[in-house]
């Protein structure tokens, strides 16, 4: 194929609308999905059933948090001695353009996506100039003289599967022949996308959301497809940016051309194009990944189906009291009297209460096996969203803890793969094509002193970027509250500060004012240092003479009793078959 020749073109668009057919039915199937997750009570055009139990949202949200909770962090690592202090730099400023472009956010929403399906995003620089080559990488000297690189801000952008196509023909994804995303251009834009384009020639499109095959996008849930609103920003067009690999270019043209109007630009950036891509349950010769929440979705129907029904029921409920005839006086007594009052009664047997309808038991066992199997489907999501014990002893909890992991390990080696790659991209950048300096923070080697210097790729002094190794920072992506902070403050201080003072091991002093400063920070308790004073003489000469201060009087008569406490808690599944049976012990009628 060659996309300067319009009929080629022309061709490339027919195959981009295959494609797109092909992969209708997966968007369709996402949309259902998030819909799922947007439930009853939010949307308009949310889920029209009742969702009390939203079983999709939670095991996405217990995923998420779980596999990129905190901020994504890289470390460059030198291959000798000599590339260290390059390589701390690189490492600051690499980790700083990861803050400036907001990729925790970004991740999240990555990581969101696929666990949807698949994670698209693309990345690069917005160019606003160019510079000699040899200016942004001194090592590329294969580089032709006078050849220029564009320079400007490192992005990199989400891109919703709603707006994205690719080969559907292709083996895999990697064999694709084309792939590439729709977006919306303001008129007055319009040159910087389609320069010398003359605008009578284009079509104008209403922004709305629904696809070019007329069906409602996912954005539909909680904005309609009117369109209502949109006039003042103007008229708008629709275009596609399809990067063809193997011709190695990329091609802007309408959505819904023919492709006779384009710009075809090559792409002379990064190796690999613009695209990645994070998946996490692909399946053998398919064009799309599976989402990983789709097995969920009958036993999210069938729960909240269940649960509906025992609502109803429980509306339904009623409590009367019956009597005998002639013992009106007696029933009459009862319903005038308060409680624990005395009251006369011929006879007593001839009132009773009955209890009608109510929840059954059967439905509620239903109920919750129901949700045990939702919780083992989503990759035991209870544990995951931290929602209590779930067995009745602590070793059987700590199983099954490595048993969770193990169900979503696959997820998260494809996540810490996925971000390697993000950073390796991002370096590559940084190294070739920016040329404004990164602020970064440096600190003194040994010291508390730190210092602003700045980061750009001429002070790498003409050393290869690929000279270093990149690690990602496993860590950084686990969400850790300022309690759990806390916590690991308190542990590493009784597990390892504390004997290796006692055994003489550590050279450096521990600074209690400042842990106690610390743990007043995570703990959000700035009251603490107010119940600490400085010492006064007299209780510092008591001190230095051996009597201790504010030492705590005990008595040389002392009983301890020690008991060992093996189970974490009552779980939850122990709770409600408690509930259910007390539930049955009560609903009988007579």
Known sequence: MNPNKTNDRRDLMAAVEHSREKLSAVRESRRRLLKRTAG?????????????????????????????????????????????????EQTLALNRSAQLIGLRRKMRRLVRDAVYGMGIC??????????????????????????????????????????????????????????????????????????????????????????????????????????????????????????????????????????????????????????????????????MPKSVLSDLVPVHDSLNSTFRKLIDQTREAKTVLGFKPGHEDDAQRIIDSGSRSVIQMRDPEAVREFNFNGPNQSLLGMLLQTRELASILGGNTDLLAGLGAQTPTLGQEEMIQGKADAMVQSMEAETMDFLREVFEAMRW????????????????????????????????????????????VPQSVVYSSPDQTAQKFITVWNTVVMPSLQLGLMSKVPDMDRLIGILAQYMNLPELDLVLRSPSEEEQAMAQAGGGMGEARQSPSTTRTYVRRGSPGPTRQGNAMQAMQMMGSGNGSE
């Open 40 to 88: 009853s009570e939010w949307y308009e055009n949310g889920m029209k059933e009742r969702t009390p139990i939203n079983q999709i949202a939670q095991a996405e949200r217990a995923l998420v948090q779980h596999l990129i909770g905190g901020d994504p962090q890289a470390q460059v690592i030198a291959s000798d001695s000599s590339l260290m202090k390059p390589a701390y």
């Open 122 to 287: 693309r990345i690069g620089m917005t160019r606003d100039r160019t510079v000699p080559v040899r200016e942004i990488a001194p090592d590329l000297d294969e580089e032709a003289e006078g050849a220029e690189v564009g320079v400007g801000r490192l992005m990199l952008e989400v891109i919703s599967l709603e707006s994205w196509v690719h080969d559907c023909l292709a083996e895999t994804l990697e064999d694709k022949l084309f792939c590439g995303h729709a977006y919306w251009v303001e008129e007055e834009d319009i040159e910087q996308y389609l320069p010398g384009v003359s605008k009578k020639d284009l079509i104008e499109e209403e922004k709305r959301w629904i696809d070019e095959r007329g069906d409602a996008m996912a954005g539909a849930i909680s904005r309609g497809t009117d369109g209502e609103g949109t006039a003042q920003y103007g008229k708008r067009y629709w275009l596609w940016d399809l990067w063809l690999p193997y011709q190695n270019v990329v091609i802007t043209t309408q959505v819904k051309g023919t492709g006779e109007i384009a710009v075809v630009k090559p792409w002379a950036s990064r190796p690999g194009g613009p695209y990645m891509f994070l998946q996490y349950l692909e399946i053998p010769d398919q064009a």
């Open 429 to 472: 950048y940084l190294y070739h094509e920016q040329q404004e300096p990164i602020p970064i923070v440096k600190k003194v080697q040994g010291t508390d002193i730190n210092y602003p210097g700045e980061w750009s790729a001429a002070s790498a002094g003409g050393v290869r970027f690929d000279a270093y190794a990149l690690a990602i």
